[in-house]
């Protein structure tokens, strides 16, 4: 029962380094996200992929790159990272159509200092 | 555009009283309408959704919500609370495209013994 599986859990960075987050579902799913989570602003979607070899932008992609690997991975890559970018991140998966239930991983806790 | 909107950032309530937690929408037509609930240092778990219907939809852990178009409203209910579900509860709105869900900001959810 892995569902949706992300790495790390938790990690700082110094202002300037990169660093990806990895992200991968066991449940066959075509669309995969990438989320952030601040307080008092909800979840904001960083970006989508619809299927594999696909990705869209979502609301607030700046300073972020994603790549699908294939159908089960989705990783998101912070190239140079800003204190802005302290959040907890949320990678998660559904079948196509907004329809569908979005199952979540359990959240990586970025901080930049 | 569209909106959601969770009036209450915290709710306090005893154990064993009812519960309501409010979400009020702006969409032009029926949208797609969801409510899920994030446990302290967990993702998000679906709690339930209504897509059309009968506007009384029962979820998971004996929780329901009633969706009301006059008052563009989808406000989540219980009728006994338990410490257990102390957590952060989300509505969420989709609407046109296939992958977007609008999220509200969130609702906290406090249990006094």
Not at chain 1, 2 to 31: E, I, Y
Not at chain 1, 47 to 62: F, H, L, Q, R
Not at chain 2, 40 to 52: A, R, T, V
Not at chain 2, 62 to 71: I, L, N, P, T
Request: hydrophobic content about 35%; aromatic content about 12%.
């Amino acid at each position: 029962n892995a569902g949706v599986t992300q790495t790390p859990k938790f990690q700082v960075l110094k202002t300037g380094q990169s660093m990806t987050l990895q992200c991968a579902q066991d449940m066959n799913h075509n669309s995969m996200y990438w989320y952030r989570q601040d307080p008092g602003m909800g979840l904001r979607l960083i970006y989508y992929s619809a299927s594999e070899g696909t990705t869209d932008k979502g609301e607030v992609p700046n300073g972020y790159n994603v790549s699908r690997l294939n159908k089960r991975e989705f990783s998101l890559r912070l190239e140079s990272a800003a204190p802005s970018q302290t959040s907890v991140y949320f990678c998660a998966s559904s079948g196509t159509g907004v329809r569908n239930t979005i199952y979540f991983g359990e959240g990586s806790w970025l901080t930049v200092v | 555009a569209q909106s959601v909107t969770q009036p209450d950032i915290h709710i306090t309530v005893s154990e064993g009283a009812s519960l309501e937690l409010r979400c009020n929408y702006s969409y032009g037509a029926t949208p797609y309408l969801f409510w899920y609930v994030q446990s302290p240092g967990q993702g998000l778990q679906l709690l339930l959704k209504y897509f059309s219907g009968d506007t009384l939809v029962q979820g998971i852990k004996g929780f329901e919500a009633e969706f009301k178009r006059s008052q563009s409203s989808f406000n989540l209910r219980k009728p006994s609370v338990h410490w257990s579900d102390a957590a952060e509860y989300f509505c969420a709105v989709g609407a046109g495209s296939n992958y977007q869900l609008i999220w509200g900001a969130g609702t906290k959810l406090i249990i006094k013994p």
